[in-house]
C-alpha cells in the first residue's frame, strides 16, 4: 500500500490507484489504473472518490466501487472492490 501525508490525515491506498489533488480547492480525487505496471501509456478507469477537506473535517464523496475503512481519528485505508 501507498501512503499519502495532507494536513492532519494519513490515507493508505492500493498502488494501482493514483491521486490528484486540488490545492485550490482543497479536494483529493483517487481513480484507479487499470493496466499493468509494464504498460508504456497508462490507461485509467472511473474516479473513485473525492476526498473534501474543511475545517470541521473530511467529507467523502465515493464515485465507484470504493471502502473506506478508518483505522484512527486521521488515519483511513482505501481499496477499490
Known amino acids: 500500500m501507498k501512503k499519502l501525508l495532507i ?3 494519513t ?3 492500493e498502488k494501482t490507484m493514483i491521486y490528484f489533488y486540488d490545492q485550490r480547492y482543497h479536494n483529493l480525487l483517487f ?3 487499470i493496466n499493468d505496471d509494464s504498460a508504456k501509456i497508462n ?6 472518490i ?3 477537506f474543511a475545517d470541521d473535517g473530511i467529507e467523502f464523496h ?4 470504493i471502502k473506506i475503512k478508518n483505522i484512527s481519528k486521521f ?3 482505501l481499496t477499490p472492490e
Open 7 to 9: 494536513d492532519k490525515y
Open 11 to 13: 490515507f493508505y491506498y
Open 31 to 33: 481513480i484507479k489504473r
Open 43 to 48: 490507461e485509467y478507469d472511473d474516479p473513485q
Open 50 to 52: 473525492i476526498i473534501n
Open 62 to 65: 465515493p464515485n465507484w466501487n
Open 75 to 77: 488515519e483511513y485505508v
